[in-house]
């Protein structure tokens, strides 16, 4: 396995660049500012909370992160009416949750048990609920569900349930009835919730831009923040075209101009004129609170918003070199083909 | 007994509903579901590569000859940031798959359980813990 230093390297040595040549120029300006002024000050009292600040003043996220956790995206239905668990219930459910989760749980002979790949020890799901104990990732609506679908949202749904029913991947004709992760383009179309594994995140800023280096699937975000408009609507990315800017302590940054030409391309089947807005803020030294809403009238019934934890690792994120190493795809497609032969 | 049958059903539909959620790609277009395989071989190379580890293994056969395997496992990033490298699993280590079997008909399995001779699974970790406190 090769490991992500070499760019990452390189992105800190511009951060690195780019922030002494933005102390130097405020070096000048703040010896005639008032010390209560100074950017980028980091001096504190003694037992106060630290402000997370770069060197050149702008809220400080940069690390990695994990946003691994239990807590489902939605409310499961036993507790419809309880948006938040006591310690002993979070206990409980934490402790039924990996239950459920364990891999080692056999179904031989089944599609499911082929499906489920391998054992335990390659997941990496985490193995707590949030600490605020939310039953749901959502938090509005406030019964933690996703809202209801438009017509044109039932009909994807519905659409993507049958090419997902017929095992399309067993018969392919070529990689393109394959999704963009069995194709290694993308993990999904963002926004980006907790997976089986490699959950972790970089965040690297410069003045002027954040990049958020995506561990799985090896994807770099990289926002620059102001106030630019979006690309033209014609322009259509895999990433999307995002646009961030600072509101006090929290990175807001809005997402336009999705593309739908493969599979999972767009956030659960959402159309490519989906508008994300995602909100970060650090509210502590080893955490940070993520937050987006989803908005597309073509889809759902109303926007929607999630709240979820970014929680540092202490690690490196590596490598996800997935496109050089899918061995996988060649083999389904010479097996597709073997069925076709074995049929005549 | 009904209750007892019953019960096995509701069981089966439980772990069924239970098993999580799947791989980076389907594994059962690559393996098929009836061919289910158990192999015993020696390991002779592994690569650490994205989106899934290989471990490639020589089977001994019954008349003497030996047959090479590959076994298709999972992400090395999350075996690397558990402290497995690439000398955890050395060349020579004899090793049990219990997997299933391309579906074209190659010597190729998925490593869907992978234990040591004596029984031990291989590459024993736990989850990696949530930070989230």
């Known amino acids: 396995m090769r490991i992500c230093r070499g760019r990452l390297q390189a992105a800190r040595l511009q951060t690195i660049a780019g922030a002494a040549i933005c102390v130097l120029a405020l070096a000048s300006i703040d010896a005639q500012a008032p010390v209560g002024e100074r950017r980028g000050a980091q001096a504190r009292v003694e037992g106060a909370p630290r402000a997370f600040k770069t060197p050149w003043g702008d809220p400080d996220l940069q690390g990695t992160w994990s946003n691994q956790t239990l807590t489902p995206l939605e409310r499961p239905a036993e507790f419809a009416n309880k948006p938040v668990l006591s310690e002993?219930?979070?206990?409980?459910?934490?402790?039924?949750?990996?239950?459920?989760n364990d891999a080692d749980v056999r179904a031989?002979?089944?599609r499911q048990d082929v499906n489920t790949a391998y054992n335990n020890v390659w997941w990496d799901r985490g193995n707590r609920i949030v600490a605020d104990r939310r039953t749901s990732l959502i938090i509005d609506p406030p019964d933690g569900r996703i809202p209801g679908l438009t017509a044109g949202g039932q009909a994807r749904a519905e659409r993507e349930r049958q090419i997902a029913s017929s095992n399309v991947e067993e018969h392919a004709a070529s990689w393109l009835d394959f999704d963009v992760y069995s194709r290694c383009i993308l993990r999904s179309?963002?926004?980006?919730?907790s997976t089986g594994y490699n959950n972790n995140y970089e965040i690297v800023q410069t003045p002027g831009y954040v990049a958020i280096f995506q561990e799985q699937i090896h994807e770099t975000r990289i926002i620059p923040?102001?106030?630019?408009?979006?690309?033209?609507?014609?322009?259509?990315?895999?990433?999307?075209?995002?646009?961030?800017?600072?509101?006090g302590d929290t990175l807001v940054v809005e997402t336009t101009n999705f593309t739908d030409q493969a599979r999972g391309s767009v956030f659960r089947n959402a159309t490519k004129n989906m508008v994300l807005v995602e909100k970060w803020r650090r509210v502590g030294d080893r955490a940070i609170d993520y937050q987006f809403t989803v908005s597309d009238p073509e889809t759902w019934t109303r926007p929607w918003t999630v709240k979820m934890p970014w929680n540092r690792i202490d690690g490196l994120v590596y490598e996800y070199a997935c496109h050089e190493g899918n061995l996988s795809m060649q083999h389904m497609l010479e097996a597709a083909r073997a069925a076709e032969k074995q049929a005549k | 007994m009904r209750s007892g049958i019953a019960a096995l059903i509701g069981a089966v539909a439980c772990s069924a509903i239970a098993l999580p959620a799947t791989a980076h790609h389907s594994f059962s277009a690559e393996f098929d579901a009836n061919k289910p395989v158990k192999l015993q071989g020696t390991v002779t190379k592994v690569l650490w590569i994205n989106p899934h580890?290989?471990?490639h293994i020589l089977v001994m056969k019954p008349d003497g000859t030996t047959e090479p395997w590959e076994i298709e496992a999972g992400t090395p990033n999350t075996l690397f940031r558990l402290g497995f490298t690439r000398e955890s699993l050395k060349n020579g280590t004899l090793i049990n798959v219990d997997g299933y079997l391309a579906r074209d008909g190659s010597h190729r399995a998925n490593g869907r359980d992978l234990t040591l001779p004596d029984g031990r699974k291989l590459f024993m970790a736990g989850s990696g813990p949530a930070a989230d406190k």
């Open chain 1, 189 to 193: 179309g963002l926004p980006r919730l």
């Open chain 2, 53 to 55: 580890t290989w471990i």
């Open chain 1, 108 to 110: 031989p002979g089944t």
């Open chain 1, 88 to 100: 002993a219930e979070a206990a409980d459910y934490e402790k039924r949750l990996l239950r459920n």
């Open chain 1, 225 to 247: 923040l102001g106030t630019q408009p979006h690309l033209p609507g014609t322009i259509r990315q895999w990433l999307g075209d995002s646009r961030g800017h600072w509101e």
